[in-house]
Structure formats: C-alpha cells, structure tokens
Nanobody, 123 residues
Framework: VQLQASGGGLVQAGGSLRLSCAAS????????MGWFRQAPGKEREFVAA????????NYATSAKGRFTISRDNAMNELYLQMNKLKPEDTAVYYC?????????????????WGQGTLVTVSS
C-alpha cells in the first residue's frame, strides 16, 4: 500500500492541526494504521494507531487527551486531529500501515511508510 501524508504546517502553541494520509494500491481495511513522528536529532516514535475497522485506538502517553486518530475506509484515508499543540510536538509526522488481525492497534512492526509531513509549533 502506498501512503501520502499531508496537512502539516506552522502553528502557534495551543493551536490545532489535522493531518491526513491517503492510501492507495491495496485493500486499506486490511491494515492497522499508525502515526509516528521524528523530531530533529531524535529517533522516530509512535504517536497513535487505529484498528482495521477504526473501532479501537492506541495512543502514546504524549498524545492522550490531545490527539485523535481516525480513518475512513470508504475514502482510504487516515487522519490525526491534533489539539492543544506544544512546541515539543514539532516533528516530521509519518503515517504507516501494517497488515493486522481485526482489532489490533500495534505500536511497532510497520513496514509501509508515507513520506512525512512537517509540523512546527511555535511558542
């Protein structure tokens, strides 16, 4: 499956952004989907995951209560709504796909990656 992330940009602390990820090439609903991020000088880290049907989600501690992951299987789209953004959320955000069993929300093991979209949060 091919992935194309978009929606990044510059936002002030406390603001919101919505990232999107368009998928093509394979049956989107066969994949658990995740968002990851990589800040300058740091390793890539897990942000959130959603199950194949969208009924279950999993969040990193840093994202809980502020970010919401969702998907639209009819449109082959993945989303990440980010609210109350902080300067430490500044990073390149990547969407990723992993073939998974129903209900799984893995934080690791992803093999298909989009190209990333830059989110910059100013203080």
């Amino acid at each position: 499956v091919q992935l194309q992330a978009s929606g990044g940009g510059l936002v002030q602390a406390g603001g919101s952004l919505r990232l999107s990820c368009a998928a093509s090439g394979r049956t989107f609903s066969n994949y658990a989907m995740g968002w990851f991020r990589q800040a300058p000088g740091k390793e890539r880290e897990f942000v959130a995951a959603v199950s194949r049907a969208g009924s279950r989600t999993n969040y990193a501690t840093s994202a809980k209560g502020r970010f919401t992951i969702s998907r639209d299987n009819a449109m082959n789209e993945l989303y990440l709504q980010m609210n109350k953004l902080k300067p430490e959320d500044t990073a390149v955000y990547y969407c990723a796909a992993r073939p998974s069993v129903t209900g799984a929300t893995p934080a690791t093991g992803y093999g298909n990656w989009g190209q990333g979209t830059l989110v910059t949060v100013s203080s």
